[in-house]
Nanobody, 119 residues
Framework: QVQLVESGGGLVQAGGSLRLSCAAS????????MAWYRQAPGKQRELVAG???????NYADSVKGRFTISRDNAKKTVYLQMNSLKPEDTAVYYC?????????????WGQGTQVTVSS
């Protein structure tokens, strides 16, 4: 069974840091673009950061200069280093990946990890 599993969320004070990880597992032939999204209560899910298969990153304006996305292809893992966290960063963070698996090529989602930033 192919899955994405996030970890690293938690409660942190404003100005603090967290590092999220998302590991893919299962019968995976290749992973293309990977990304982190977030969804705050009452709001739509939004793109936070993405990274291509070649390692080129892109960021939402709201996190530029504070968040860094990276990936380790050997470990099939994408990371999100979050610094200078603000209360408005509070949300459930989801990773997603465009993967070619035994069954299909498509977009897979993780189950989400809660990030709470206190003021």
């Amino acid at each position: 069974q192919v899955q994405l599993v996030e970890s690293g969320g938690g409660l942190v004070q404003a100005g603090g840091s967290l590092r999220l990880s998302c590991a893919a597992s299962g019968r995976i032939f290749s992973i293309n673009d990977m990304a982190w999204y977030r969804q705050a209560p009452g709001k739509q899910r939004e793109l936070v950061a993405g990274i291509t298969g070649g390692g080129s990153p892109n960021y939402a304006d709201s996190v530029k200069g504070r968040f860094t996305i990276s990936r380790d292809n050997a470990k099939k893992t994408v990371y999100l280093q979050m610094n200078s966290l603000k209360p408005e960063d509070t949300a459930v963070y989801y990773c997603n990946a465009d993967m070619v698996t035994l069954l299909r090529r498509g977009i897979y989602w993780g189950q989400g990890t809660q990030v709470t930033v206190s003021s």
